[in-house]
Nanobody
């Protein structure tokens, strides 16, 4: 069992930056591929990016590529989402998710085994 708790969300002006954190409980954190998703009001949940269990492989959605970086510290059971050049369209609840495989486009779990409760990011224009 893995429990995930996100933090770091808040209100930021367009062009600003935020770093989200996701702390995991459970001894098997390092064996999971960690992912970030987001869900804007009235929209479907959207994949943001993923990082391998070792941290040496990342993949990002085209909508955020070049503006976000995912990293992880397995010693701290923590994964990070650094977001730069934020725009109002980045406003969403951001979720951390752990999966043993790659994400899928199938709700409600999108191929993930565990989800956090999310942290709200609001970008003002």
């Amino acid at each position: 069992q893995v429990q995930l708790v996100e933090s770091g969300g808040g209100l930021v002006q367009a062009g600003g930056s935020l770093r989200l954190s996701c702390v995991a409980s459970g001894r098997t954190f390092s064996t999971y591929r960690m992912n970030w998703f987001r869900q804007a009001p009235g929209k479907e949940r959207e994949f943001v990016g993923t990082i391998s269990w070792s941290g040496d492989n990342t993949y990002y959605a085209d909508s955020v590529k070049g503006r976000v970086t995912i990293s992880r510290d397995n010693a701290k059971n923590t994964v990070y989402l650094q977001m730069n050049s934020l725009q109002p369209e980045d406003t969403a609840v951001y979720y951390c998710a752990a999966g043993q495989g790659w994400w899928t486009r199938k709700p409600p779990d999108y191929g993930m085994n565990y989800w956090g409760k999310g942290t709200l990011v609001t970008v003002s224009s």
